[in-house]
């Protein structure tokens, strides 16, 4: 269940230098700058409640999905608690997926020799005044893949080569902290024009290292693309904390899923359902029944969505609730329906259609 509700307001803040505790990977150098301004913003929370498989009930999982209502609004109200769904969830079917979202914008550096993560700048594009709710949760679960860039005080390579704290960016807002990163090298670009700083460099970071240096560091959030708007966005500290709790900390599925496909995405995406966590949308069937959400191709086809993260059912904005799913039940469910042409993963997308042939390795492994 979601509940939403919008309060722009308005803020504004400052930046100052933020020593990270470590520093991985490799330093572009680039400009980042200002991320002070004003962001409008969408509460949202999101419980799942807990469902049963075809053949037992699964153990529920609660995401609390928020976002400042600007820098300055008050904290979010607590999620309510998740309900108990006693009866064996039946299917409950859906449209077909956008044949647009299947993959990922092409590759893109709007500036020489940055990669930008195309699909957080796309999400980012959604993201303004008259935005859904839905738009900053795209953003949320889009960053699970790849990388963002954190901006450095001075020259990052320099300092790495000196064994130096790195300086990172950070906004101020009262007693509030947050984290600056960014999607793209222009986005980079645009903070500079917005403060004129010259002396910055820039870092990219996986995302889930920039997270986690939120986190670490005692933030209430982190803003991306702050210079850019409305085309930014800001995550508090406790989405974050939910976003990374019990996740594939290789991001498997949804890198494959984000990167070029080929013959090999396929069987590298069934492998991973042996180890990565997964992920039902489990909904109400019109006699009140629970039932697990299917996907439907335009030649009748049945498939059964599966999802890496939680945040990818919230997108969705329908009434379902994330349940886990381990790849027995998965392999179960596929095993005792005939009538399933297989299953789709992440119908927002980047999503991935697998046949009953394609799944065949699992199904041998599991049975």
Known sequence: MALFSRRPKDASGSTSPQPADQATEDAAAAPAGDASAQTPGVETEAGAAEAGTAAEEAASVSISLSSYGGLGAPAPRPAAPPVAKPAIPAPVPRTSVDAATRTAPPQTETVPGLR?????RAALANVGESAPPQALLDVARQMLQGHLFLRVKGDARTLLAEGKDLPLGMVTLGERR?????????????????????ETSAMGQPVLSVIRHVLGGGFDGLIIDQSSA?????????????????IDEQLTIKTLLAGERT????????????TAPLWIAVG??????????????????????????????AVLGRPDQAAPLTAAQLAGAIASDEGLSGIVIDPAGPWIRLSREDLAPLLSATS
Request: glycine fraction near 8%; avoid cysteine.
């Open 116 to 120: 930008d993560n195309v699909l957080v």
């Open 178 to 198: 947050f984290t600056v990163a960014y999607s793209s090298g222009a986005a980079l670009q645009a903070a500079i024009r917005a403060d004129g700083d010259v």
């Open 230 to 246: 409305p085309a930014r966005a800001v995550l508090p500290a406790e989405l974050l904390k939910r976003m990374v709790d019990k």
């Open 263 to 274: 013959a090999e995405t396929a069987p590298a995406v069934v492998k991973a359902l042996a």
């Open 284 to 313: 109400k069937l019109a006699d009140g029944r629970p039932g697990i959400a299917e996907g439907r191709s335009k030649e009748g086809e049945r498939f059964l969505e599966v999802f890496s993260h939680p945040l990818e059912v």
